[in-house]
T-cell receptor, first 112, second 111 residues
Framework: ETGVTQSPTHLIKTRGQQVTLRCSSQSGHNTVSWYQQALGQGPQFIFQYYREEENGRGNFPPRFSGLQFPNYSSELNVNALELDDSALYLC???????????FGPGTRLLVL | EDQVTQSPEALRLQEGESSSLNCSYTVSGLRGLFWYRQDPGKGPEFLFTLYSAGEEKEKERLKATLTKKESFLHITAPKPEDSATYLCAVQETAGANNLFFGTGTRLTVIP
């Protein structure tokens, strides 16, 4: 059974740029959630995708957007990067009707 | 609004010195309470899900318990490899099944 994978592992961008992060869900899982974790904080919910549609959203601006593909993999896109977007971005997959979410290793984003 | 408060923020234990971590929560309707372990720079690793008051779950040196207002993670005779940040999260009955996390307890076990 393959776990959740994310790419890239880390990247550096400058303010104003755009970034795309990728996630492959655990085998058999059809729901993907994205979280942002600032240093020393707990993860914060960005949004969730199920059946290729957004299924809920946290308190993040529209410049954070996402996609889910037919194979349940997902992308997180962030436009007009700000310094405060520097964080560990986590993807978690789950099976609808089952509550437990399993996390990937994360992508460390640094915005300069 | 959901709230999760974890205490203490940091805990240093001698190897073999048992202790408990606390997670207090406020949620309109609890679907589940989750414990994760997170090593520096890595994603959270799932430990336990608890659904109702009185429930207990165990895994090796860890035991999680749940009441209507808080959860405890008991660590018995910890080893240095138990050093990590332990995160507590709640999931509401309504909404998108997202997890609402506390800020974690950073545990250091000294040999």
């Amino acid at each position: 059974e393959t776990g959740v994978t994310q790419s890239p592992t880390h990247l550096i961008k400058t303010r104003g740029q755009q970034v795309t992060l990728r996630c492959s869900s655990q085998s058999g899982h059809n729901t993907v959630s994205w979280y942002q974790q600032a240093l020393g904080q707990g993860p914060q919910f960005i949004f969730q995708y199920y059946r290729e549609e957004e299924n809920g959203r946290g308190n993040f601006p529209p410049r954070f957007s996402g996609l889910q593909f037919p194979n349940y993999s997902s992308e997180l896109n962030v436009n007009a990067l700000e310094l405060d977007d520097s964080a560990l971005y986590l993807c978690a997959s789950s099976l609808v009707g089952r509550e437990t979410q399993y996390f990937g290793p994360g992508t460390r984003l640094l915005v300069l | 609004e959901d709230q999760v408060t974890q205490s203490p923020e940091a805990l240093r234990l001698q190897e073999g010195e048992s202790s408990s971590l606390n997670c207090s929560y406020t949620v309109s309707g609890l679907r589940g309470l989750f414990w994760y372990r997170q090593d520096p720079g890595k994603g959270p690793e799932f430990l336990f899900t608890l659904y109702s008051a009185g429930e207990e779950k165990e895994k090796e040196r860890l035991k999680a318990t749940l009441t209507k207002k808080e959860s405890f993670l008991h660590i018995t005779a910890p080893k240095p490899e138990d050093s990590a940040t332990y995160l507590c999260a709640v999931q509401e009955t309504a909404g998108a099944n997202n997890l609402f996390f506390g800020t974690g307890t950073r545990l250091t076990v000294i040999p």
